[in-house]
DNA sequence: CAGTTATGTGAACACGCGTGCATATTTCGA
DNA sequence: TCGAAATATGCACGCGTGTTCACATAACTG
């Protein structure tokens, strides 16, 4: 229990003393509370002289604006919600860590909520009763209800890998299908026909759109998946899945729903089952993370472009916020096939 | 130039439309604007029938509390700052999204700052306008003008991964001497004698205490280190210190400061100098990140626990906001010699 | 010098909310 | 039936800001 504390106790515990406020400036520098707020507003009518004063009492008694206090009149929060999902998929790691890097440089400050998939509803519904100037979103399966509790709240929501139909919402998502097309092709044209496949979470777009590029584009050549395993995003997962995939067939190509989980399989098989990439099986990922240019790995790859989405995800913020009525922007993003060592 | 608008055209911009706010939902439910709140405020007098139907009502109209106008009458915010350095260090990864894991399980909300080294400074400085609960902060350089700023604002501080000697703020960090000491040591036991060292920015604590661990444990038995460079914490940092190094010297063992040099050290080695890992060249490295332990790399490493310093990251959270007051607290976390195949 | 404009300035208000206070209504005991 | 205790409710205040408004002073203009 957190409340099991007596009352009297709490109330003994001296509250936290409240932060330095304009009202303390002002009167310390023997002015009016005004002047302090108009010291720190730019191209308001003060003396240069009192302006210099004030500043410089607030700065020795540590004074700035609180910023919440100011939103209540209306002025933007510059506060971003981000969510993405669990984050053991190392994509995740570097869409978080590039999107963080953008939006600060750009001056809006992101509340980060992820890492657990369990609670996340109840997460985000706790997040909302901040004033929000955006909600920015990773994919994931978070559903209609949320978008629309942000509308009611008048928070925009752009998603980031996940398109939604829907007519006042942003989106950025890759081309799963095409990427997936491709792999395949150079698969096929390099005469590989036992085509087996390690997805992710069925419940997720993203692996729903690339599952379909793989089985249609074999289907266009007359094939089905050799072998069809599903696994969590992960290294360890894609390694699990390869055990998986080897004990029901002998396929002469993976294809893998996501970079770690290409990993983790091809670990597996060159490590565990002294098999050759790409000799005895060829293995595609999809995402192209930093780790897959690694010398150890040389993994072929779809480049999921991280810099583009990243980008368009701050341009639709940015256009959001200046038109807030704007219709709902959906920006596909193409995906590039990297040939590496691996197939 | 941002400003570079009309203001006309600003102001013909139709102001976003506010959130429904407590007023909008007592005028809909025909009760006074004090019943909604209580509605929301458990324990409170408020007829159930009454109640309900204020809830019903909010939840219709999309309703909830304006999380930022309640900190205004002395509620917490659960706002916590979190900065966090270059992020190209995988642990840095690893700890950022373990300690937003954690603080989102107890109500928490990280404001994430990161990824960018340059305008860190500023980014911080802007974050302190918002009343955050706290600022946890990651090792780093971030000085003592930081504390002093957070201190006026009674914004408290939390470090993770350096020791601040400061009446009052609480700090976690791993015994890197003591790591460094047994990292050095193993290999001395097993013969090794021409050791060089790798290192990260000098700036930083971490790095000046890893440093002295290993150069002193050298010094103790005669020695000094064969060869050293410094480097960025990164893979391809590792890579290239690799290079210089082995222009410079051929040392039968390598220390590094972090996994990731480690790991782009240990690839360079093998892959570009077709050295043989450990016979012709021992290599260790320090945090055991999650890719130290896959089969392609096989690191032997010094652990930086990781969940442990998240755990105790979040417990100085809890006491210090239930107590404002009491004395500074610093944790220190034993590092781990992890042996596996690369010494 | 009178009249107009530019420049400073403080009081007062609004933002959205929780809560103390005074009052209104109901419930209970005798 | 009456008083007291328990329950329910609206008004008003304050939290820390930015900004409007009315007003005071200074600086020009003719």
Same mark, same amino acid.
């Not at 379909?212 to 074999?218: D, Q, T």
């Not at 989980?261 to 597996?268: K, R, T, Y």
């Given at each position: 229990m957190a409340h099991d504390r007596p009352l009297a106790d709490r109330a003994a515990? @001296? *509250? *936290? *003393?409240a932060r330095v406020t304009a009202a303390d400036v002002a009167k310390t520098a023997g002015v009016s509370r005004s002047a302090v707020s108009r010291a720190f507003t730019p191209g308001a009518y003060l003396d240069e002289d009192k302006r210099q004063r004030v500043l410089k009492t607030a700065m020795d008694l540590g004074y700035r604006p609180n910023a919440l206090a100011a939103s209540l &009149? =209306?002025?933007?929060? %510059?506060l971003v919600g981000v969510v993405v999902g669990g984050l053991s998929n190392p994509y995740d790691s570097e869409w978080l860590a590039a999107l963080v890097s953008a939006l600060n440089a750009s001056g809006k400050w992101p509340i980060v909520l992820g890492g &657990?998939? #369990?609670g996340l509803d109840e997460s985000v519904t706790s997040i909302l009763s901040y004033p929000l100037d955006a909600l920015i979103v990773r994919g =994931?399966?978070? =559903? #209609?209800a949320l978008i629309d509790n942000c509308t009611k709240l008048n928070i925009p929501v752009i998603f980031s890998g996940r398109v939604i139909s829907h007519p006042a919402i942003d989106c950025v998502a890759c081309r799963n299908h095409m990427g997936m097309v491709q792999a395949v092709t150079l698969l096929l044209e390099s005469g590989r026909r036992r085509i087996g496949y390690i997805g992710g979470p069925p419940t997720l777009s993203s692996e729903k759109e690339r599952l379909a590029g793989v089985v249609e584009r074999l289907a266009k050549a007359g094939l089905t998946p050799a072998a069809q395993v599903t696994s969590d995003y992960s290294f360890d997962g894609g390694k699990s899945a390869m055990r998986a995939l080897l004990q029901d067939a002998s396929p002469d190509a993976v294809v893998c729903a996501n970079d770690a989980m290409a990993l983790g399989a091809l670990s597996f098989a060159r490590?565990?089952?002294?098999?050759?990439? @790409?000799?005895?099986l060829a293995i595609i990922g999809f995402d %192209?993370?930093?780790?897959? %240019?690694w010398a150890e790995f040389d993994l072929t790859t779809v480049r999921n472009p991280l810099e583009e989405t990243v980008n368009e995800v701050l341009r639709l913020l940015e256009d959001r916020l200046a038109n807030p009525q704007k219709p709902g922007e959906v920006v596909m993003v193409e995906p590039m096939l990297v040939k590496r060592g691996t197939h």
């Amino acid at each position: 229990m957190a409340h099991d504390r007596p009352l009297a106790d709490r109330a003994a515990q @001296p *509250r *936290r *003393r409240a932060r330095v406020t304009a009202a303390d400036v002002a009167k310390t520098a023997g002015v009016s509370r005004s002047a302090v707020s108009r010291a720190f507003t730019p191209g308001a009518y003060l003396d240069e002289d009192k302006r210099q004063r004030v500043l410089k009492t607030a700065m020795d008694l540590g004074y700035r604006p609180n910023a919440l206090a100011a939103s209540l &009149q =209306g002025a933007a929060t %510059d506060l971003v919600g981000v969510v993405v999902g669990g984050l053991s998929n190392p994509y995740d790691s570097e869409w978080l860590a590039a999107l963080v890097s953008a939006l600060n440089a750009s001056g809006k400050w992101p509340i980060v909520l992820g890492g &657990q998939a #369990e609670g996340l509803d109840e997460s985000v519904t706790s997040i909302l009763s901040y004033p929000l100037d955006a909600l920015i979103v990773r994919g =994931g399966s978070l =559903g #209609e209800a949320l978008i629309d509790n942000c509308t009611k709240l008048n928070i925009p929501v752009i998603f980031s890998g996940r398109v939604i139909s829907h007519p006042a919402i942003d989106c950025v998502a890759c081309r799963n299908h095409m990427g997936m097309v491709q792999a395949v092709t150079l698969l096929l044209e390099s005469g590989r026909r036992r085509i087996g496949y390690i997805g992710g979470p069925p419940t997720l777009s993203s692996e729903k759109e690339r599952l379909a590029g793989v089985v249609e584009r074999l289907a266009k050549a007359g094939l089905t998946p050799a072998a069809q395993v599903t696994s969590d995003y992960s290294f360890d997962g894609g390694k699990s899945a390869m055990r998986a995939l080897l004990q029901d067939a002998s396929p002469d190509a993976v294809v893998c729903a996501n970079d770690a989980m290409a990993l983790g399989a091809l670990s597996f098989a060159r490590n565990t089952c002294n098999l050759t990439v @790409p000799d005895d099986l060829a293995i595609i990922g999809f995402d %192209d993370i930093a780790m897959a %240019d690694w010398a150890e790995f040389d993994l072929t790859t779809v480049r999921n472009p991280l810099e583009e989405t990243v980008n368009e995800v701050l341009r639709l913020l940015e256009d959001r916020l200046a038109n807030p009525q704007k219709p709902g922007e959906v920006v596909m993003v193409e995906p590039m096939l990297v040939k590496r060592g691996t197939h």
